[in-house]
Nanobody
Framework: HVQLVESWGGSVQAGGSLRLSCAASGYTYSRYCLAWFRQPPGQEREGVAAIYTAGAPTHYADSVKGRFTISQDNAKNTVYLQMNSLKPEDTAMYYC???????????????????WGQGTQVTVS
């Protein structure tokens, strides 16, 4: 059973940076699409970024392109989200998710993900 644990959310001023981590365990399959989603207060969940464990292009929401970077450390089974130039509208609960498939054009569809973390709060003021 795959478990995902997010960490290193927090509060930051606009223009600042944070790096979220998602530690994965219990992999039974070698290839997953790992993604970050976020849900601002009172709004729907949205895909932020995704990366395939076997390589291939990364994917980003238009709202974060050029500011956020998703990366992975396969040796540690950890995926990161480096967030720079943060804005108040980035305030949200951030979730890590894993799907037993490639990412592709539907990477931002939350329903295709099999596993979710508990979330970590990011607040930008």
């Amino acid at each position: 059973h795959v478990q995902l644990v997010e960490s290193w959310g927090g509060s930051v001023q606009a223009g600042g940076s944070l790096r979220l981590s998602c530690a994965a365990s219990g992999y039974t399959y070698s290839r997953y699409c790992l993604a970050w989603f976020r849900q601002p207060p009172g709004q729907e969940r949205e895909g932020v970024a995704a990366i395939y464990t076997a390589g291939a292009p990364t994917h980003y929401a238009d709202s974060v392109k050029g500011r956020f970077t998703i990366s992975q450390d396969n040796a540690k089974n950890t995926v990161y989200l480096q967030m720079n130039s943060l804005k108040p509208e980035d305030t949200a609960m951030y979730y890590c998710a894993a799907a037993r498939s490639g990412c592709g054009s539907t990477w931002s569809y939350g329903d295709r993900y099999n596993y979710w973390g508990q979330g970590t709060q990011v607040t930008v003021s």
